[in-house]
């Protein structure tokens, strides 16, 4: 298959690029500067921005699928204020979507997010549902995944963590207890290929059967996560104890990151606002982890502490 990985060059899509030379695909990675990836030999290249539907237009012609990983951070406030998610999320996708079914591309898998809704609580949410939405009424075969945080190589969870909650002693809102279940990249990518083929290969690379239909992935909506829910102050540990550092939480009342955060709207250049404070508020898991769709078992996953090579009963709190 001819496969067009928009955001090929971010996180996620230098190690997808990666899964899909190795299946023997022919892939182009698309990004704003291709130049900075480091990709397979023989994974082509092509400059474009979703926010501007000339420049990507015709990097779809003659592809057999396309898969949109383009997103900006929920973990910051973005240059340029939260319009900036709609920019990229609803319209960027308008504009995949619109060059998808120019040039007969028959397959779109979209990265969403969990919670995604046009009437949520964040200006992420809410334009990762108007993207869902874009996609969904395409005239496409498409394929929506729903992930948890995504940790690995390259990633910015853990970092992103290590920096709110410094070791030894950090205050946290509400004490760190909003949940996750992170998902290694590792983990993840084999399904977003099995996705783009239309094939179940249980996660180990090999092309494997489809459903009855021929198909088994079209028009569904996959909520994915790994094998465990952590806390904020849980994952804090962990990535802490990598290095060696315990830390030791302090509550801080929510009403007062709320009165914090939203003031750091008005700063110029503050990392973070009220959106950050919402997206305290819910928490960042599944209600149903779809992982066997893709014949993969969640013990099977790897575990966050796993990855960071630390014993998590070091660490509890």
Same mark, same amino acid.
């Given at each position: 298959?001819?496969?067009?990985?928009?955001?090929?060059?971010?996180?996620?899509?230098?190690? !997808?690029?990666?899964?899909?030379?190795?299946?023997?695909?022919?892939?182009?990675?698309?990004?704003?500067? *291709?130049?900075?990836?480091? !990709?397979?030999?023989?994974?082509?290249?092509?400059?474009?921005?979703?926010?501007?539907?000339?420049?990507?237009?015709?990097?779809?012609?003659?592809?057999?699928?396309?898969?949109?990983?383009?997103?900006?951070?929920?973990?910051?406030?973005?240059?340029?204020?939260?319009?900036?998610?709609?920019?990229?999320?609803?319209?960027?996708?308008?504009?995949?979507?619109?060059?998808?079914?120019?040039?007969?591309?028959?397959?779109?898998?979209?990265?969403?997010?969990?919670?995604?809704?046009?009437?949520?609580?964040?200006?992420?949410?809410?334009?990762?549902?108007?993207?869902?939405?874009?996609?969904?009424?395409?005239?496409?075969?498409?394929?929506?995944?729903?992930?948890?945080?995504? #940790?690995?190589?390259?990633?910015? #969870?853990?970092? #992103?963590?290590?920096?709110?909650?410094? *070791?030894?002693?950090?205050?946290?809102?509400?004490?760190?207890?909003?949940?996750?279940?992170?998902?290694?990249?590792?983990?993840?990518?084999?399904?977003?290929?099995?996705?783009?083929?239309?094939?179940?290969?249980?996660?180990?690379?090999?092309?494997?059967?489809?459903?009855?239909?021929?198909?088994?992935?079209?028009?569904?909506?996959?909520?994915?996560?790994?094998?465990?829910?952590?806390?904020?102050?849980?994952?804090?540990?962990?990535?802490?104890?990598?290095?060696?550092?315990?830390?030791?939480?302090? *509550?801080?009342?929510?009403?007062?990151?709320?009165?914090?955060?939203?003031?750091?709207?008005?700063? *110029?250049?503050?990392?973070?606002?009220?959106?950050?404070?919402?997206?305290?508020?819910?928490?960042?898991?599944?209600?149903?982890?779809?992982?066997?769709?893709?014949?993969?078992?969640?013990?099977? !996953?790897?575990?966050?502490?796993?990855?960071?090579?630390?014993?998590?009963?070091?660490?509890?709190?």
């Amino acid at each position: 298959m001819r496969i067009l990985v928009v955001g090929g060059t971010g996180f996620i899509g230098q190690h !997808l690029c990666r899964e899909l030379h190795e299946r023997g695909h022919e892939v182009t990675a698309m990004s704003r500067d *291709p130049g900075e990836a480091t !990709l397979p030999a023989g994974v082509e290249t092509a400059m474009g921005d979703v926010t501007a539907y000339d420049s990507i237009e015709g990097a779809f012609e003659g592809q057999d699928a396309a898969i949109n990983l383009v997103a900006l951070s929920p973990l910051f406030k973005p240059s340029g204020g939260d319009d900036r998610h709609f920019e990229v999320h609803r319209d960027g996708t308008a504009n995949v979507v619109r060059a998808a079914e120019a040039h007969d591309v028959p397959r779109l898998v979209q990265m969403s997010a969990l919670g995604a809704d046009p009437d949520g609580e964040t200006a992420y949410i809410r334009s990762k549902g108007l993207a869902e939405a874009a996609v969904r009424d395409a005239d496409l075969e498409w394929v929506v995944f729903r992930p948890s945080v995504v #940790f690995g190589d390259g990633g910015e #969870f853990v970092e #992103f963590t290590k920096k709110l909650a410094t *070791p030894y002693l950090t205050p946290l809102p509400g004490g760190g207890k909003t949940r996750f279940q992170p998902l290694w990249v590792g983990d993840v990518v084999p399904m977003l290929a099995d996705a783009l083929e239309g094939t179940v290969s249980g996660g180990d690379g090999d092309e494997g059967e489809t459903g009855a239909e021929g198909d088994p992935h079209v028009g569904q909506i996959y909520e994915i996560g790994g094998p465990e829910v952590l806390t904020l102050a849980e994952v804090a540990r962990l990535a802490h104890a990598a290095d060696g550092k315990p830390v030791d939480v302090v *509550p801080i009342p929510m009403f007062l990151a709320k009165v914090g955060l939203s003031l750091a709207d008005h700063l *110029p250049g503050a990392p973070m606002g009220s959106d950050q404070y919402r997206s305290l508020q819910f928490d960042n898991t599944t209600t149903g982890n779809d992982v066997g769709a893709f014949g993969v078992d969640e013990s099977e !996953l790897t575990t966050l502490a796993s990855y960071l090579g630390v014993d998590p009963d070091e660490t509890a709190g």
